[in-house]
């Protein structure tokens, strides 16, 4: 899911491309994107682009007379720019934008559809619907200590939770808690002072630094190369490559669709903390630490090669 950082370049393009453009008309290839019924798409045909803004993880254009629409790319909703007038394409495309100087095509992978626009006809409705939490940027350090305090949660859901902070999600949560040095399952209430420090610091950092890193990609262009997986992440979807600090083997925990990667050595102590799906077939044999872990691999491994070649096959 697109984040801070991949968020923030998108609309510095947009704002570049669009701020003052007049929106000619808006395509819809599946309905199902359109998530509410009042104003109509109608109302926002013929009228300029005066903003393009971040709410949290979703796209706000607005229009005169308080007119916003805002577009959430959800896991894999994409945004690209092409000439005017561009079809939709016919595999994944949901919907465009079309301006006399180009069309905003939105596509989303996949089979799931989870990507959503809402139309609202003022800026109060829009922020009553999305409520966002402290934008971490913005924030100074006995605001952010005092976000994170205000609810006893594991620090990887309430870096993530949108009520908390606004624009950070799964993957910025994993290089952030690697940078800070803390596990993503020690408890916001057991923090002491010099820990929120330090995760204060790594959030500003990791952001800043990435927010940058996309800029310099894009050079100036539409971003087309947005993921949640990057070749320069210290940990995440890294999972059993070695840690760039430490070289450990990464490790994850795995819940529903949601994956959490670490360092185990610079994180946790080099205790290896439960996956759901594995230590629950192993249970007892569940290895705690990396110590315990490389020991249970290399007994599987002399027993796989002590039996017979077809065996083994």
């Known amino acids: 899911m697109p984040e801070l950082p991949d968020i923030t370049v998108y609309v510095e393009r947009l704002e570049a491309l669009l701020l003052g453009r007049a929106l000619h008309k808006i395509r819809l290839a599946s309905p199902f994107l359109l998530r509410s019924v009042s104003p109509p798409l109608a109302a926002f045909e013929g009228q300029p682009v005066t903003g393009v803004v971040r709410r949290g993880k979703r796209i706000v254009f607005a229009f005169p007379g308080g007119l916003h629409l805002a577009l959430h790319l959800m896991v894999a909703g994409r945004l690209h720019w092409k000439a005017a007038g561009a079809p939709i394409p016919k595999s994944n495309g949901l919907m465009a ?70 624009g950070i999600g799964n993957s910025y949560s994993d290089e952030i808690l690697h940078r800070a040095r803390l596990s993503p399952v020690l408890l916001t209430a057991k923090l002491s002072d010099a820990q929120i420090k ?116």
């Not at 087309?224 to 760039?244: Q, S």
């Open 97 to 166: 934008m079309d301006f006399p100087e180009g069309t905003l095509i939105l596509t989303e992978s996949g089979t799931k559809k989870r990507a959503a626009l809402l139309a609202f006809a003022d800026l109060e409705s829009l922020q009553a619907q999305f409520p966002v939490g402290l934008e971490p940027l913005e924030a100074t350090l006995p605001r952010f200590a005092a976000a994170l305090r205000s609810e006893n949660h594991t620090l990887k859901r309430s870096l993530t939770d949108p009520r908390l902070f606004s």
């Open 198 to 313: 330090a995760l204060f610091k790594a959030v500003k950092d990791v952001l800043r630094e990435w927010t940058a890193a996309l800029r310099e990609e894009s050079q100036g262009k539409f971003p087309e190369k947005v993921t949640a997986f990057r070749a320069g992440m210290a940990v995440h979807g890294r999972y059993g490559k070695p840690c760039p600090v430490c070289q450990s083997p990464v490790q994850r925990i795995r819940y529903a669709e949601n994956e959490t990667n670490y360092c185990p050595q610079c994180q946790t102590g080099g205790k290896l903390l439960a996956d759901r799906a594995l230590s629950g077939l192993l249970r007892k044999d569940w290895p705690r630490s990396l110590d315990e872990m490389e020991k249970l691999l290399a007994r599987h491994k002399a027993s796989i090669e002590g039996l017979p070649a077809h065996e083994t096959g």
